[in-house]
C-alpha cells in the first residue's frame, strides 16, 4: 500500500533558526496535506497542495509540493516558540496516510 | 472553520471493560468520519472508516469485533473498545471531512485512553 515517509524524526534549533521537514510517498499523490499537533493536542490543518510544483506561503512557513507530486516540504523561517510541535504530511483523497511526523523543538 | 468534538477527553478504565468514545460534527454534516490511533510519539494510523448508514470499513489488521463502529446519524459516529486491554492504550483521534472540501480533514480533539 501507499507509504509516506518523513524526515526528520525530530528537529531541535535555536529560536531564530529556519526549519524544514521533507516528505516522500512511494506512490504518485492526488494531493498532500500538512499538519500541526502541538504537545498535547490534536492535529490542526495547515495547508493543502494540488498542483504538480505548487509553493504556497503562510506568513513565515513555505510548503513545497514536487514535480513529480511524489514529495513535499515545509519549511519555517525565523522558527518562534509557538513553532513548537510536530508536524506531519499525509497524503490522499479522504483516507489519509500519515507521514511519520518531525517533532520541533526550539532553545529559546 | 468545522468544529468536530469527541467525547470523553480522557477515560480510565480496568482490563476487560468497554469504553465508548463518542465523536461529533457540530456545524456540518459528515457522512463519513475517520477512527485513527496515536501511540506515544507516533504518527496517527487510520483504524477505520464510519459510514452513515451502513458498515464501517477496517484497515488491514483492526479487528472490526473489538474495535465496534456505528454511525448512528450524520453527526454522530461512535467507537467501542470491547474487552479493553493495556495495549489498547493509546490516543483515540476522529476525523471528519471538510464540506469546501473533501480532501481536509477536521480532527476532533481525542480521547486518551488508559486501559489498567
Known amino acids: 500500500g501507499q507509504q509516506v515517509m518523513q524526515i526528520p524524526q525530530y528537529q531541535h534549533v535555536q529560536e531564530g533558526e529556519d526549519f524544514t521537514t521533507y516528505c516522500n510517498s512511494s506512490?504518485?499523490?492526488?494531493?498532500i496535506q500538512w499538519y500541526k499537533q502541538r504537545p498535547g493536542g490534536h492535529p490542526v490543518f495547515l495547508i493543502q497542495?494540488?498542483?504538480?510544483?505548487e509553493v504556497k506561503k503562510q506568513k513565515r512557513l513555505t510548503f513545497q509540493f514536487g514535480e513529480a507530486k511524489k514529495n513535499s516540504s515545509l519549511h519555517i523561517t525565523a522558527t518562534q516558540t509557538t513553532d513548537v510541535g510536530t508536524y506531519f504530511c499525509?497524503?490522499?483523497?479522504?483516507?489519509?496516510?500519515f507521514g511519520q511526523g518531525t517533532r520541533l523543538t526550539i532553545n529559546p | 472553520g468545522a468544529v468536530v468534538s469527541q467525547h470523553p477527553s480522557r477515560v480510565i478504565c480496568k482490563s476487560g471493560t468497554s469504553v465508548k468514545i463518542e465523536c461529533r460534527s457540530l456545524?456540518?454534516?459528515?457522512?463519513?468520519m475517520f477512527w485513527y490511533r496515536q501511540f506515544p510519539k507516533q504518527s496517527l494510523m487510520l483504524m477505520a472508516t464510519?459510514?452513515?448508514?451502513?458498515?464501517?470499513?477496517?484497515e488491514q489488521g483492526v479487528e472490526k469485533d473489538k474495535f465496534l463502529i456505528n454511525h448512528a446519524s450524520l453527526t454522530l459516529s461512535t467507537l467501542t473498545v470491547t474487552s479493553a486491554h493495556p495495549e489498547d492504550s493509546s490516543f483515540y483521534i476522529c476525523?471528519?471531512?471538510?464540506?469546501?472540501?473533501?480532501?481536509?480533514?477536521?480532527f476532533g480533539p481525542g480521547t486518551r485512553l488508559t486501559v489498567l
Open positions: 464510519s459510514n452513515e448508514g451502513s458498515k464501517a470499513t477496517y
Open positions: 499525509a497524503g490522499g483523497a479522504q483516507k489519509l496516510v
Open positions: 506512490t504518485t499523490l492526488s494531493n
Open positions: 476525523s471528519a471531512p471538510g464540506t469546501a472540501s473533501t480532501d481536509t480533514q477536521y
Open positions: 456545524d456540518f454534516q459528515a457522512t463519513t
Open positions: 497542495l494540488v498542483k504538480s510544483g
